[in-house]
């Protein structure tokens, strides 16, 4: 089991989102809910590796970057796309 740790701007970027688009809260939290726990369980292989340690996964309406150290994943930020 993975920890996930959530930055403050990726957080932020979660409240801004979610916020933008009221009319699809349900929506946004459920796709947080299963990132988060995708993340927990197995990052490199729900994920996509984009460069260097930088790694997306996706669950619509949103995609998230992140990097992994040891048994730490990070979360550095959150994207609408829709």
């Known amino acids: 089991m993975f920890s996930v740790i959530w930055s403050s701007s ?5 409240t801004v ?15 947080g ?3 988060d726990d995708k993340l927990q369980s197995d990052p490199t292989g729900n994920g996509q590796h984009i460069s260097e340690g930088l ?3 996706e669950s619509g309406p949103l995609a998230v970057l992140y ?4 048994n730490d994943v990070s979360v550095d930020a959150v994207r609408w796309i829709g």
Do not use: N, V
Request: aromatic share 14%; glycine share 4%.
């Open 67 to 70: 990097s992994i150290d040891g």
């Open 10 to 14: 990726a957080q932020s970027d979660f």
């Open 33 to 35: 809910d299963e990132i």
């Open 17 to 31: 989102i979610a916020f933008s688009h009221f009319d699809r809260s349900m929506e946004t939290e459920e796709a």
């Open 55 to 57: 790694w997306r996964i």
